[in-house]
């Protein structure tokens, strides 16, 4: 028998290292519409294998943690203030180490938007999910595996299923809470927004010491989702945060995420364009010092006519902390007149952080305008002499310039109150951490 070449070794690791994954976590017990896509998720998973340093996606990032059996035990973080978007007139879901916290939620319910639980859907022998469940994640492991995506269709423990049918005025806000040092949350978003409907979805939350989430979004003709994430300052949290989006004709997906801090956290985006005139705007924001891991990949399709895509990611680092911009605008054949542009810059706040940018652009149609940008640098000095010569401490002079630097990022998000509280939040975290 001829010995297996390294590449074939590896692929066995993997898909051992998969199964043995799976065997450590409980495998929801479902016989209705959910099971076809869970099976199907967990037999992509045994195919592909666990996330390996050595994949090229994950060369910057080390995804051992995220992949292991047993999470690494985090010591819970009390932020000592009020939860951001906490003031704000909301639909409000609580989710405490994973599990849905009924006591401390809003009633299911709301005008022009349908929502239930994913294990109590479940339940049922039909649902609307059970055409989106693990469909978009399914469609977004091509070109490119993203296991732990599987890995949550699989196995996701709950989250929310919410059919949009109206003009929804009250966002709908997700936050979690973590109160055990070892909890290992899986949790699986489906939103459905049906054609003309208009909803804003919020996040925030510290959720788990390490978290998996998947968030798949429908967005049919005409239709608009804006989504706002806030991953505070839960110092040991490790997190996968998964997004994959599809988009109709005339259709509008906005998505803003503002991390500070953590272990380890990666933010992955699969927006596939398939109707014309659809826009998606994708930003982030991010600030961590010290043992800190930052990674947002992104991978953007457009199939369609017309359509417009915009990543903005912006980093601020310092006292070794990393940061990591993965970014793709693929233009299929036929997908004219496509405008997509990218922007990942970071701001390094002294010589012991690192910013790692991998922008990529590929283009098989010809009439399109297609941009990319990647700077990394410090502080402009100039800038700081001027504040300083007008009497501002060089603490708040600094901080000033980093407000200014994230400000492009933040002013993706359209709406102006959600947008002032990012900034607040941004320069409180700047103020307990800046020295004159």
Sequence with gaps: MAALTRKETMAQQRRAQAAERLAAMAVPAVSSWSKAPRDAARARLLDMGLPHRRDEYWKYTDPTSLAQPEPVEAATFDPQETLIFAQHER??????????????????????????????????????????????????????????????????????????TGQVERPVHITYLRRDTASDVILHHVVKVEPGAKITLLENGPAAARLNTCLEVDVADGAAFHHIRAQGRDHERRAACHMFARLGEKSVFKSFTLTVNGVLTRNEAVIEFTGDDAVAHIAGAALGEGDYLHDDTVFITHDAVNCESRQVFKKVLRKGARG???????????????DGYQLSQALLLDDDAEFDAKPELEIYADDVACSHGS???????????????????????????????????????EDDELASEITERLSGWLSRHSKD
């Design 91 to 164: 639909l409000h879901l609580v989710f405490s180490d994973g599990v849905f916290d009924a006591e401390a939620s809003d009633p299911l319910e709301g005008e022009g938007i349908e929502i239930a639980r994913l294990a109590e859907a479940e339940t049922a022998d039909i649902h609307w999910a059970q055409d989106l469940y693990g469909t978009l994640e399914a469609r977004g492991q091509q070109p490119v595996n993203r296991p732990l995506a599987a890995l949550n269709s699989a196995l996701a423990q709950d989250g929310v299923l919410i059919r949009v």
């Design 324 to 338: 990591v911009f993965q970014g793709k605008i693929l233009v299929k054949d036929g997908a004219q007149k496509t």
């Design 375 to 413: 700077t990394t640098g410090a502080i402009d000095e100039e800038a700081l002499f001027y504040l300083l010569s007008r009497g501002i401490s060089k603490g708040e002079a600094g901080n000033l310039l980093v407000l200014a630097f994230l400000a492009e990022a933040i002013e993706e998000i």
